[in-house]
């Protein structure tokens, strides 16, 4: 920076690519060093509270459930090990931030089928809210539009839905493997985003594909929440949350005003691998907390009672449409298993 105010630039501000990890290292101080060793204890100890966790979920948890909230509860710390992966080694940038981006995407999938089995499956879903209808102006496609109508709840929408989530499953590690493909060959550049460069169309696509897959999240979202209140769906998809806009919204802020030379350049890091640097570890502190959080929000055994008005709530639906139970089962939220 200081290369920069006299108007002797350094080399590194003008650089395309990243430094490698021992210039990196080399040049950090005491401090940074202390800072890169709390970052890489803070990534530690969000992976053993996950693997605590998962042990937890696989003991306690019913098998039809277990892997989906497995997988949830993952996104924190695999996003915080790409993180510090990328801190380490600027030059994986690019193959870390895909690598969470395309676990992320299998996230959404996951959180979505989550909703239906906490409503006791797809088949007492449709049962449940078989005269209700879905309010599609919500976000973050159509929030704006309230005069759309409201569609039916039937087989046919909710494969829609599942779909509009699990396209993105499909096409973004196809983008991805583009991605590099390109990469190799010199016409992307993760930070070039000039009209000539594949970087900013690639990234277009994903945004509109990323919109269409968190619709139908948000729809069924609004469907069920009143519904799995006493499951604690409002703070679980809080979190959700949380980790959309922290890994993908603060992420593209931050590498703009990079990109912008806002953020002002630190031999041997050029503002554009600085700005990941700083998103790196931003979001190793914002991984560890939320892991922190979500191992007390998803705490809960399944096979104890549900809370009273839950249970009231099922009293009151079982007194106004008694269901006949098959073979003798009974599901975990009391309900019969179809």
Known sequence: MGGEANGTADPSCGASEPPYSQELLQSLDLPGRFLFAILTVMMLIANLVFIEEAVYIYRKIPSSKRSIIIWINAAAPVIATTSCTGMWIPRSTMFTDFTAAVFFAIVIHKFFMMMIKECGGQKLLLRRFENDHFKISTGPCCCCCLCLPRVRITRRTLFW????????????????????????????????????????????????????????????????????????IIPKFALYQFILILNHLQAAIINLLAMQRIIPCAPPLSSSARGAYMTQQLLIIEMFLITLISR?????????????????EEAGEKQQTPKTVLNGTVSEDGLPRL
Request: charged share 15%.
């Open 161 to 232: 839905l599942k779909l509009g989530t699990f396209q993105f499953v499909f096409l973004r590690p196809m983008l991805m493997f583009l991605s590099i493909a390109l990469w190799t060959n010199g016409n992307y550049t993760l930070y070039n985003l000039s009209p000539k460069g594949a970087a900013i169309w690639i990234s277009c696509f994903v945004g509109v594909l990323t919109i269409i897959a968190l619709w139908p999240v948000g729809i069924m979202f609004q469907q069920v929440r009143t519904l799995l209140i006493c499951k604690k």
């Open 296 to 312: 007390v929000v998803y705490r809960r055994r399944y096979d104890d009672l549900e809370p009273p008005d839950c249970m009231a």
